[in-house]
């Protein structure tokens, strides 16, 4: 046996140091992948396929019937300390009285659907969580339809993939059909037992306890059902995560 | 082969210059990559982390709002939230995925005895704080890590668990209810997570201080594996 040579039984067996060394320091040659993350080419599809594997695994473990926290009446946030968005200072003008819903898609009575007939519908109140993609939350005294009781009425095709929202102030969503069919998904016409304010959407908005704020869109004009959908979203299309589930 | 009452580490004798020196392997090559891309991963989640929480740098409400501390805009990356966002869950999955693979590795190959601090350790504590800040005497090193080594790299996994489900409990605060209610809640995890980051990076400090004054040999072997003439080695 070669004196210089290890007399462990297993393990690396070392021959003289420099090329022992530079054996070992070979092996770690596959981090150099990472470095893809460090060249502009390759970082924005990597990051785009990462936030997608983040979407795909936050709705592989979204649970249908998994409620959100309920909160006690005491623990509500204050309607003036529930904060509104700066772009929600700008008056969208919707004509509360010449209002109404445009339905189109995989529908079985697609049309224009008022205020009342959406409120004809049983009404659900719910002091649920909203969560900013900032950081801060608030806790809201929601009120309004169920969005699965809705589709029924619409006759809305529950295999389709997504809900299409426009809003009156251009901005629009994605809603994937399972979280809109969740029991404490709302089309929301009440904030605080009153009739939604200009700056929380009214006449009505989309309250989904199981999502992060942005997917929460206001001033509702148009909903489509549907499994294509033309955009993900007016922060998704900036590179907001598309399904960001809570 | 090494005098240890824990582990036994591979040791050589190789051709150095004109003689002979002792080796020991410290490091196998799953504890080094590991290493070296968690050193990555970590940097990644803390600079995006710190961006993301420029956008609300606070853990009060809303309104009023009251900024805790307003992070400079070059510690961040990212950009702005979004990108932050987008380098937070990318980096999230190689983070996840590394402590998962090292943890395994280390269960299995039964090499967790190197660093993992037990309660053999703990008479050995004192001392070793003695020696670091009180001008003590050295106790005789007689494994790879001293005790205080083996309490820092375990509380580093520990923390860097902590930091995983806190950031999943920020992430997915209602699938993971329970988990949000063990921590106090949505807002508490965001209070957590952000400890956590500071328990990391304090490890970060104390452990490159260490480094640099233990000298190049120290850091070459978290590369090679090898580390010449080791105090511990007879």
New interface residues.
């Given amino acids: 046996m070669n004196?210089?040579?290890?007399?462990?039984p297993d393990?690396?067996k070392?021959?003289?140091?420099r090329s022992?060394?530079r054996r070992?320091?070979l092996?770690?040659s596959?981090?150099l992948v990472?470095g893809a993350?460090a060249i502009p080419r390759f970082r924005d599809p990597?990051?785009?396929?990462?936030?997608s594997?983040?979407d795909w695994a936050?709705a592989k473990?979204?649970?249908r019937n998994?409620l959100?926290?309920i909160f006690a009446n005491s623990e509500v946030?204050p309607l003036?300390?529930?904060?509104v968005n700066t772009y929600d200072v700008d008056d969208p003008e919707v004509d509360l009285d010449t209002w109404r819903l445009t339905v189109s898609g995989d529908v079985q009575r697609p049309g224009e659907y008022t205020l009342a007939q959406i409120q004809s519908l049983p009404k659900l109140t719910q002091n649920t969580?909203h969560?900013?993609?900032?950081?801060?939350?608030?806790i809201g005294r929601f009120g309004g339809t169920r969005i699965s009781d809705f589709l029924q009425y619409i006759g809305a095709n529950r295999d389709a993939k997504f809900l299409y929202v426009e809003c009156a102030d251009d901005y629009y969503e994605s809603l994937d059909m399972a979280s809109a069919l969740h029991p404490q998904s709302l089309l929301c016409y009440e904030m605080y037992d009153q009739p939604l304010t200009r700056e929380h959407g009214a006449p009505l908005r989309l309250s989904v306890?199981?999502k992060i704020g942005y997917k929460q869109a206001k001033y509702l004009t148009s909903l489509r059902v549907t499994d294509v959908v033309p955009k993900k979203g007016y922060?998704e299309d900036?590179?907001?995560?598309a399904y960001y589930?809570? | 082969m090494a005098a240890s009452n824990s582990i036994q580490i591979p040791v050589a004798v190789v051709k150095a210059g004109e003689g002979l020196v002792q080796t020991a392997y410290e490091h196998p090559w799953v504890v080094r990559f590991c290493h070296w891309l968690n050193t990555v991963s970590l940097f990644v989640m803390a600079a995006s982390g710190l961006q993301i929480f420029r956008a609300f740098p606070s853990f009060g409400p809303k309104i009023p709002q009251h900024d805790l501390l307003n992070v400079p805009k070059f510690l961040g990356l990212g950009g702005w939230l979004g990108g932050a966002l987008q380098w937070h869950m990318t980096f999230a999955w190689i983070y996840v995925a590394t402590g998962v693979f090292y943890i395994a590795y280390q269960v299995f190959s039964r090499n967790y005895r190197q660093p993992l601090f037990v309660r053999r350790d703990l008479a050995g504590v004192w001392p070793m704080i003695r020696h670091y800040f009180f001008f003590g005497r050295k106790p005789p090193q007689t494994e790879v890590y001293n005790p205080l080594q083996k309490m820092a790299y375990t509380s580093a996994i520990l923390f860097g668990l902590l930091s995983v489900l806190t950031g999943i409990v920020l992430f997915n605060p209602v699938q993971f209810s329970l988990l949000a209610t063990l921590m106090g809640g949505f807002h508490w995890a965001r209070v957590w997570h952000f400890c956590v980051l500071c328990a990391l990076l304090l490890f970060v400090l104390g452990h490159l201080i260490m480094v640099i004054l233990h000298g190049w040999n120290n850091f070459t072997s978290m590369l090679t594996g090898w580390k010449r003439n080791p105090e511990y080695l007879p």
């Fill in positions: 004196p210089l040579e290890s007399e462990m393990g690396p070392p021959g003289n140091s022992l060394n070992e320091l092996k770690l596959p981090l990472v993350f990597l990051l785009t396929a990462g936030v594997f983040t936050s473990w979204f649970r998994h959100a926290p946030t003036e300390k529930f904060y969580r969560i900013c993609v900032e950081g801060w939350d608030a306890p199981t922060w900036q590179g907001y995560p589930g809570l």
